[in-house]
């Protein structure tokens, strides 16, 4: 299992973390990367690091939309 956003999600070794995203929005949009922070396991990685990323039991995931301002 590994938690994204909170929430428990299952997936399959070798799967990477783009792949779970493509099974999570399943059509809708909710989540990416463009525009995105993406933390693994309290590490911070670009977009094309976690586009990448090759999931492991329990890693812990949070994608958060980056906030501009002014």
Request: no cysteine; proline share 3%.
């Amino acid at each position: 299992m590994v938690k994204l956003n909170g929430e428990e999600y299952a997936y399959r070794p070798g799967m990477s973390l783009k792949e779970l995203m493509d099974e999570y929005n399943s059509g809708s949009p909710r989540l990416a990367f463009d525009g995105f922070v993406v933390v693994v396991n309290g590490k911070a990685l670009t977009a094309v690091q976690a586009q990448e990323y090759t999931l492991l039991d329990n890693d812990t995931v949070f994608i958060v939309a980056v906030l501009d301002g002014g």
